[in-house]
């Protein structure tokens, strides 16, 4: 072969090899996300058991069918708490206003039953608006849970006004009560927004 | 509020000119809160603290006649966890100042004496120093009324 058909020839299988590598990496590729962290592999939850805010069960397949943010914290948290539900709850009611699907549901778990009576629970959930539900389970059940999940919790012993620190993460449960993906502290409403629709419609 | 402090009000008009203003050049700005969520939980007040003198300022021994205890509390996030620290004095640093905002600096107001809920003004109240007292107040508001993540815009 002539050295300049050669040369033809190699650059040509250079470039075909270049084309099928872009394409090749582009296959599958999803718009980056702000905050989320996708499981490699949604990971299934052993089943559980709350007690949700009217004081009757909810087991842990009331959650299949819907997508979950899960929080977990106490209702006498001033600070951090309320605002990562507000946070929640705006996130979910700009979702829903552009209506491409439905909104993940928004559960906050509290990590402290000996205060968090169902009647407190229902006012506190009620405070956030609709979406939003309020559980909890009693201590064992709760350890279980939160290191099933990645979740520390602690209370800290004292008088009546003890503390109890936590994660301040937001875990995603997917439609069959999988998790699917966590999203890391300090949270952002733009955020949510932003990479929810990316991660809710990658499966 | 504290007989010292109505005492200091008798006989130091300056106390009585405005919640905000306070010898010593302080000033509060910004002052907000928030109701309780649910029955016997806690409000929550943010607000800043400017010092125009030339000296450091510490404020401490927060109160208020709504409530039974005024705590100054840190809320600190290290390795994903949350905590809360109790704070005993608010340094505000010369011609500087301390900012109490959600996510970190806050008063957690605790043991309602009475009616607290959305719409109430609740008056506060700091020991200055040495100095006496600064007087201020925050309307305690539903959680949603400064935007989205009720925080500053």
């Known amino acids: ?203 | 509020m504290t007989a010292p402090a109505r005492a200091l009000c008798l006989f130091a008009p300056l106390w009585l000119a405005g919640c905000s203003d306070a010898p010593g050049g302080l000033t509060i700005s910004d002052a907000y809160g928030y109701a309780p969520l649910a029955p016997g939980g806690p409000a929550v007040a943010y607000l800043t603290v400017h010092n125009g003198s030339d000296d450091d300022i510490e404020l401490h021994t927060f109160t208020s006649p709504l409530f039974g205890r005024v705590e100054l509390h840190a809320t600190t996030l290290a390795d994903g966890v949350s905590r809360m620290r109790r704070i005993d004095r608010l340094r505000v640093p010369a011609r500087g100042r301390a900012v109490l905002q959600p996510g970190g600096l806050h008063l957690m107001l605790r043991d309602a004496n009475g009616d607290v809920a959305v719409g109430t003004r609740c008056p506060l109240s700091a020991a200055h120093g040495d100095a006496g007292r600064v007087e201020f107040d925050v309307v305690l508001m539903a959680r949603g009324s400064r935007g989205e993540s009720g925080g500053r815009p």
Not at chain 1, 35 to 61: H, Q, Y
Request: glycine share 6%.
């Open chain 1, 1 to 203: 072969m002539q050295p300049t058909r050669l040369l033809i020839l190699i650059l040509a299988m250079l470039g075909a090899a270049g084309a099928g590598w872009l394409l090749a990496s582009s296959i599958g590729r999803e718009p980056a996300l702000e905050k989320a962290t996708v499981l490699p592999e949604p990971r299934p939850i052993a089943p559980f058991e709350l007690r949700d805010e009217r004081g009757e069960p909810f087991p842990s397949a009331a959650l299949e069918g819907d997508w979950h943010l899960l929080f977990f914290g106490f209702a006498n948290c001033p600070d951090i708490c309320p605002i990562t539900l507000q946070q929640l709850a705006e996130a979910r009611r700009r979702l829903a206003e552009r209506a491409a699907a439905e909104p993940p549901q928004i559960l906050f778990i509290s990590v402290d039953p000996e205060r968090d009576s169902p009647a407190i629970l229902a006012a506190y959930a009620a405070q956030f608006g609709s979406g939003v539900r309020a559980a909890t389970a009693a201590p064992e059940a709760l350890r279980r849970l939160a290191g099933e999940l990645g979740i520390f919790f602690r209370v800290t012993p004292g008088n009546d006004a003890y503390d109890v620190s936590h994660s301040a993460a937001v875990l995603l449960l997917n439609r069959r009560g999988e998790l699917h993906a966590v999203f890391g502290a300090p949270h952002s409403v733009d955020a949510f927004v932003h990479d929810l629709p990316i991660v809710m419609a990658s499966r």
